[in-house]
Nanobody, 131 residues
Framework: QVQLVESGGGLVRPGGSLRLSCAAS????????IAWFRQAPGKEREGVSC????????YYADSVKGRFTISRDNAKNTVYLQMNNLEPEDTAVYTC????????????????????????WGQGTQVTVSS
């Protein structure tokens, strides 16, 4: 079965950390660029971070820059989103998506900001930051 599965969400106090995983099954993640999105109730979906398949170029939204780190482990067919110094404003459902198009340092931003026609979507994982 071809799918993306997120895990690692949960409840954490402000200032805490979580690491989200986006694991692929049924296909090889090596050839796909990955986007992490989040959506909070009543708010638009936001592209949080993206990583390209070709050269590992990354993009971060201003709201998470310096706190979140995206990485990929092709041997484990998984992309990670390390989230540090979490804030209540980070509370949302986080979803990963995979796209087979080629992206590089000049175009990876589009994946998070403009692109919508992804090949695969995960089901999402809830992140709640609260004291």
């Amino acid at each position: 079965q071809v799918q993306l599965v997120e895990s690692g969400g949960g409840l954490v106090r402000p200032g805490g950390s979580l690491r989200l995983s986006c694991a692929a099954s049924g296909f090889t993640l090596d050839y796909y660029s990955i986007a992490w999105f989040r959506q909070a109730p009543g708010k638009e979906r936001e592209g949080v971070s993206c990583i390209s398949s070709s050269d590992g170029s990354t993009y971060y939204a201003d709201s998470v820059k310096g706190r979140f780190t995206i990485s990929r482990d092709n041997a484990k067919n998984t992309v990670y989103l390390q989230m540090n110094n979490l804030e209540p404003e980070d509370t949302a459902v986080y979803t990963c998506a995979a796209d087979g198009g080629g992206y590089n340092v000049d175009t990876v931003q589009r994946l998070c900001v403009i692109h919508t026609a992804f090949d695969f979507w995960g089901q999402g994982t809830q992140v709640t930051v609260s004291s």
